[in-house]
């Protein structure tokens, strides 16, 4: 079956410092790739997607992601945090031959920042 | 362009009572997906329309709950009789092909 996963349900990290939230999905077969952040009481809001192209992908607030295709892998990274990013962030995939605009979410990984 | 919009934004009723929940996915948008989203279960797809039709609604809980859509721009998520189990965040999202766009979703409270 298709699955999204997040290994980390939290991560504690100290402002300023890099973080890597990573994210693993099931099959091999093509996919676009998404990360949504959630802040505390609101809706999901995209971060970052990937259709096709490079494997880097840039998106707001300084975060970006690598598709790594082998590794069936689309971990997001942030060089330096700050205590605003404190939020849940999402890992979502569409396969190819999907429904449109169906995504597979993964069950969020919880970033706390620190002073 | 106003996105998703949801209403109400809070609700609380009383176990047995009836709930509506209601959707404007963003303009041009033809795919709407209700979600739920609890502490202990996560964010649970509940049903999704293609093009006002019901696509997959395997996610719906049990027979208490419906949704419709009647046109594009509007869908309900009803919930009858609601239970105290039935308290969470319910989001809706529309899609245009890729990325879903959500709404800042409905806090119910069934004491």
């Known amino acids: 079956a298709q699955s999204v996963t997040q290994l980390d349900s939290q991560v504690p990290v100290f402002e300023e410092a890099p973080v890597e939230l990573r994210c693993n999905y099931s099959?091999?077969?093509?996919?676009?790739l998404f990360w949504y952040v959630q802040y505390p009481n609101q809706g999901l809001q995209l971060l970052l997607k990937?259709?096709?192209?490079?494997?880097l992908v840039k998106g707001i607030n300084g975060f970006e992601a690598e598709f790594n295709k082998s590794q069936t892998s689309f971990h997001l990274r942030k060089p330096s945090v700050h205590i605003s990013d404190t939020a849940e962030y999402f890992c979502?995939?569409?396969?190819?031959?999907?429904?449109?605009?169906?995504?597979?979410f993964g069950k969020g990984t919880k970033l706390s920042v620190k002073p | 362009d106003a996105g998703v919009i949801q209403s109400p934004r809070h609700e609380v009723t009383e176990m047995g009572q009836e709930v509506t929940l209601r959707c404007k996915p963003i303009?041009?948008?033809?795919?709407l997906f209700w979600y739920r989203q609890t502490m202990m279960r996560g964010l649970e797809l509940l049903i999704y329309?293609?093009?006002?039709?019901?696509?997959?609604d395997s996610g719906m809980p049990e027979d208490r709950f419906s949704a419709k859509m009647p046109n594009a721009s509007f869908s309900t998520l009803k919930i009858q009789p609601s239970e105290p189990r039935d308290s969470a965040v319910y989001f809706c999202?529309?899609?245009?092909?890729?990325?879903?766009?959500f709404g800042p979703g409905t806090r119910l409270t069934v004491t």
């Open positions: 999202a529309s899609s245009n092909q890729y990325e879903q766009y």
């Open positions: 099959s091999s077969v093509s996919v676009y």
């Open positions: 990937y259709l096709s192209g490079s494997t």
């Open positions: 979502a995939v569409r396969y190819y031959g999907g429904s449109q605009g169906n995504l597979i």
């Open positions: 303009s041009g948008h033809n795919s």
């Open positions: 329309f293609n093009n006002n039709v019901p696509i997959d």
